[in-house]
């Protein structure tokens, strides 16, 4: 039997855009009419408003599919289709504002962040996903039980994270599981800022993340050399976000259902990824409104704070959805409860399912991983951006794989 042709779709993953795996079979000039043809998104807008019919419509009018409901309005387009919607309904207002907010999700779910800037450190985004390394100073923390708890111990455990391949170090003062009390900010801040000072003397070399919600433990932390706050209560503390932009520091905002160290009977969700997001676009407003710098944001959905195993999961599946807030995401699951939950064994039993959780959230779109385990997220990491068009450009190979007879 002869075959006469042999065609394939160019498959791709959620961090490979159409203008990458294009790029090796057009012209430069035919690239930007392809990447717009080829690009679809399904897109789900809550509460549309009196604008949506119109841009039905107009949608349909463009070759797209749209279904409006009386909760919400369903696109399935391509870049062309929204851009020529866009265009039609330009005169009326309601119907543009709606279109361009379609528009600017579109952009942004294709659009990776390069940079994420702390102070005077920038940390390169585009070539991989980077790891955060958990430095827990608290006499319980539920991992390493207070093992790295006191100067010395910390700091020895922090070298030793960068050694390993680590791009941040994010101290913790605080344990946010509800059997855990909640301490004062002067106990936090005796626990956090002396390891700051104490590295930054070192001059470890990486950022330093703090991980607080209280702005008088930040204000401390950033005046002793810390980059970035990583907030696991979305800014609950008013007073936060404006310590942060006059250090002109990093921010993490994280969705939070609920109050830390509490735990509730059951958390429920209508639809947990337009909950998260609605909660995340208005801290990010709230945290721009008071100076933090757009690129010094980064987002994280808070895995099991305030879900359940069922919700963390689905969170999981639908990790993608996060890229149209066209912020960085911070990816954080490492030896969580909810993954003990789903293979009934303890933190110390669960390298191998936290590593799948990381390839999960990397290839949704995650920029940064908090990780326990170091030497092993950074290996699947490099090795997940060695895969992507641009990252095998970036690649130095060795000559021979050592141990190898070809490699003496």
């Not at 690239?31 to 690009?39: G, N, P, S, T």
């Not at 195993?309 to 999981?316: F, N, S």
Request: aromatic letters at 4%; charged letters at 25%; glycine letters at 6%.
């Amino acid at each position: 039997m002869t075959i006469l042709s042999n065609a394939r779709v160019l498959a791709r993953d959620a961090a490979t855009t159409a203008t990458e795996r294009l790029r090796a079979y057009l012209p430069a000039d035919a690239l930007e009419i392809a990447r717009d043809a080829a690009e679809t998104r399904i897109v789900a807008i809550d509460s549309p408003g009196v604008g949506a019919t119109a841009y039905a419509e107009a949608l349909r009018a463009a070759g797209a599919f749209a279904h409006r409901d009386d909760m919400r309005l369903v696109v399935v387009a391509t870049r062309a289709a929204v851009n020529a919607a866009l265009a039609a309904v330009a005169s009326d207002p309601a119907s543009a504002a709606l279109a361009n907010e379609v528009s600017r999700a579109f952009a942004a779910d294709g659009v990776r962040s390069t940079t994420l800037r702390m102070r005077d450190r920038h940390l390169d985004l585009d070539a991989r996903a980077r790891v955060m390394g958990i430095l827990n100073v608290t006499p319980d923390s539920f991992y390493d039980k207070g093992t790295y708890s006191g100067v010395d111990r910390a700091r020895a455990r922090a070298h030793e994270m960068v050694a390993l391949g680590a791009d941040v170090i994010d101290i913790g003062g605080q344990s946010y599981a509800h059997w855990n009390p909640k301490i004062a900010a002067d106990e936090e801040r005796d626990r956090v800022v002396p390891v700051v000072e104490a590295l930054v003397r070192d001059g470890i070399g990486v950022a330093l993340s703090i991980d607080t919600y209280k702005a008088s433990v930040a204000e401390a932390a950033l005046a002793a050399g810390a980059h970035l706050i990583n907030d696991c209560s979305g800014l609950s503390d008013p007073a936060l976000a404006g310590v942060v932009a006059r250090y002109d520091a990093g921010l993490v905002v994280m969705h939070l259902k609920g109050e830390l160290n509490v735990r509730s009977v059951a958390y429920p969700y209508d639809d947990v990824m337009a909950e998260i997001s609605a909660f995340l676009r208005v801290r990010v407003v709230a945290a721009r409104a008071a100076g933090v710098a757009e690129d010094a944001l980064l987002i994280d959905p808070g895995l099991e704070f305030g879900k359940e195993p069922a919700t963390d999961l689905e969170i999981l599946e639908r990790f993608g959805d996060l890229r149209s807030l066209g912020l960085p995401i911070l990816f954080a699951a490492s030896r969580k409860s909810f993954i003990g939950r789903v293979f009934d064994r303890p933190a110390k039993e669960l390298l191998v399912p936290s590593l799948a959780t990381a390839a999960i959230g990397i290839s949704a779109g995650a920029s940064l991983v908090r990780v326990h385990d170091v030497e092993e997220t950074t290996q699947l990491a490099r090795m997940m951006g060695a895969v992507r068009p641009d990252g095998r450009a970036r690649l130095a190979f060795a000559a021979a794989m050592p141990g190898t007879p070809a490699a003496t």
